[in-house]
């Protein structure tokens, strides 16, 4: 290692030793390993970090936490906490045995918590989340959520806009994981939407993409309270499904999403053999069907064109044909909408039909929002043949004229 002479900074000569040691022993990082020095002296710490993750996964496993230990320990009182956290993650990653991994966790931990840092707090949640992660890991999870409680008490007395993005993402991952591992499928799939949000899916691997993908969508058709899939749909980790063997969730997704009982049977039908490997989705093979009846009873509600308020009113025909249920069903079937809580409205027995109060909110596709842009045309239409009407009546005066413009709305 060449030393910069009229430093004001300079490494140790132990440090020194050590990073002319880590050169000889990996020559093909060693012009990496002189900008860290270089940086160093220069005091340039924001150009010394990039580096250092750059070096970091080029290292031989077992010279990882050796080079945290040796270079990084006498450094990082100069650095951004939340960055030496995260590089202490990764080199725990090498460490075998897990109370060791955990043991070194909580030392990191206790590390960063010590220094007088805008960011100490913040890197230290990382590091116990990342401690709850191997906890669960070797199954203990009554001490792992123990930890992500701690965590969860630091995240919720702070503002969004109060943390850094990686703290969000390591939390709602460890959370994601525990929800995984105890099958709560609606708080794992809303949880992992959220580590979406706080993650950047590019610098995740193709294998990590399409196993995260499956993960949720799996969750997504298991849930008992998700009946949209649309915010899941529209993230390009679906994509990552694409040309894979598990493309058929994908397939299943957009199925369920659109209500579409045919394109269900068929998949389950092209599928099968796949389908019968998830022991989960085979477990809860009546519940799919009675999900995806719901699920097409809701895109009905939304595909309803019509403006007139009385168009609330759908009949039992209407139901039956579109969920593929024999007519002398379709009443149980929307009392278990209205009992998940998917629509709300009023079942006239006498009359065979259904009024409809409100849907369940839900993401809208591009063909969803094309018919609600239809119906606001609709609606000015309306508005307008109204106004020419009022205005070319005799007797009439345009100051005093008063709309009401509300009861002119589309149903949606």
């Known amino acids: 290692?060449?030393?910069?002479?009229?430093?004001?900074?300079?490494?140790?000569?132990?440090?020194?030793?050590?990073?002319?040691?880590?050169?000889?022993?990996?020559?093909?990082?060693?012009?990496?390993?002189?900008?860290?020095?270089?940086?160093?002296?220069?005091?340039?710490?924001?150009?010394?970090?990039?580096?250092?993750?750059?070096?970091?996964?080029?290292?031989?496993?077992?010279?990882?936490?050796?080079?945290?230990?040796?270079?990084?320990?006498?450094?990082?009182?100069?650095?951004?906490?939340?960055?030496?956290?995260?590089l202490g993650i990764e080199c725990s990653k090498t460490i075998k045995d897990a109370k060791a991994a955990r043991e070194f966790l909580k030392k990191l931990g206790e590390m960063v918590k010590a220094e007088k840092a805008p960011e100490n707090e913040q890197a230290c949640t990382i590091c116990k989340c990342e401690e709850a992660s191997r906890l669960m890991g070797d199954g203990e999870l009554k001490?792992?959520?123990?930890?992500?409680?701690?965590?969860?008490?630091?995240?919720?007395?702070?503002?969004?806009?109060?943390?850094d993005p990686q703290v969000y993402a390591r939390y709602y991952e460890s959370w994601a994981l525990?929800?995984?591992?105890?099958?709560?499928?609606?708080?794992?799939?809303?949880?992992?939407?959220?580590?979406?949000?706080?993650?950047?899916?590019?610098?995740?691997?193709?294998?990590?993409?399409?196993?995260?993908?499956?993960?949720?969508?799996?969750?997504?058709?298991?849930?008992?309270?998700?009946?949209?899939?649309?915010?899941?749909?529209?993230?390009?980790?679906?994509?990552?499904?694409?040309?894979?063997?598990?493309?058929?969730i994908a397939q299943l997704l957009t199925a369920f999403n659109k209500g579409d009982i045919n394109a269900f049977q068929k998949i389950c039908a092209d599928s099968a053999a796949k389908m019968q490997s998830v022991k989960a989705l085979v477990e809860k093979a009546d519940f799919l069907k009675s999900k995806v009846q719901l699920m097409s009873l809701l895109n009905l509600m939304f595909k309803i064109q019509n403006t007139k308020e009385a168009n609330r009113v759908v009949t039992f025909e209407q139901v039956a044909q579109v969920t593929n249920s024999p007519l002398d069903e379709v009443e149980f079937l929307l009392l278990r909408a209205l009992a998940a809580g998917v629509i709300k409205g009023t079942i006239d027995q006498v009359a065979a039909t259904v009024t409809i109060t409100w849907?369940?909110?839900?993401?809208?596709?591009?063909?969803?929002?094309?018919?609600?842009?239809?119906?606001?045309?609709?609606w000015r239409d309306t508005v307008k043949e109204q106004l020419d009407l009022v205005l070319n009546t005799p007797g009439t005066h345009n100051e005093a004229t008063t709309l009401s413009a509300p009861s002119l709305l589309p149903a949606f």
């Not at 990996?26 to 020095?37: G, H, K, L, N, R």
């Not at 970091?56 to 496993?61: M, R, V």
């Not at 001490?143 to 630091?154: I, R, V, Y």
């Not at 799939?189 to 399409?210: C, E, G, M």
């Open 178 to 248: 525990y929800y995984e591992l105890v099958n709560n499928h609606d708080q794992y799939y809303n949880t992992s939407l959220l580590f979406l949000v706080y993650s950047d899916l590019n610098t995740f691997p193709k294998a990590r993409q399409q196993k995260l993908a499956f993960s949720i969508g799996k969750a997504a058709l298991l849930g008992e309270k998700i009946y949209n899939f649309g915010e899941l749909l529209l993230s390009p980790i679906v994509a990552s499904l694409e040309g894979s063997e598990h493309q058929w």
């Open 1 to 86: 290692v060449r030393k910069l002479k009229n430093c004001p900074c300079r490494i140790c000569e132990i440090v020194m030793e050590y990073l002319e040691s880590l050169q000889a022993t990996c020559p093909e990082s060693a012009a990496t390993i002189q900008e860290i020095v270089v940086f160093y002296n220069k005091s340039w710490w924001h150009e010394m970090t990039g580096k250092v993750f750059e070096v970091l996964p080029k290292l031989p496993e077992d010279a990882r936490v050796k080079f945290f230990d040796n270079f990084l320990t006498q450094v990082y009182k100069k650095l951004n906490l939340l960055k030496v956290a995260e």
């Open 359 to 378: 849907v369940q909110a839900r993401v809208l596709d591009r063909e969803e929002v094309g018919n609600i842009a239809d119906k606001v045309k609709i």
């Open 143 to 163: 001490e792992a959520k123990k930890t992500l409680e701690e965590c969860k008490e630091f995240v919720n007395k702070h503002d969004a806009q109060d943390l």
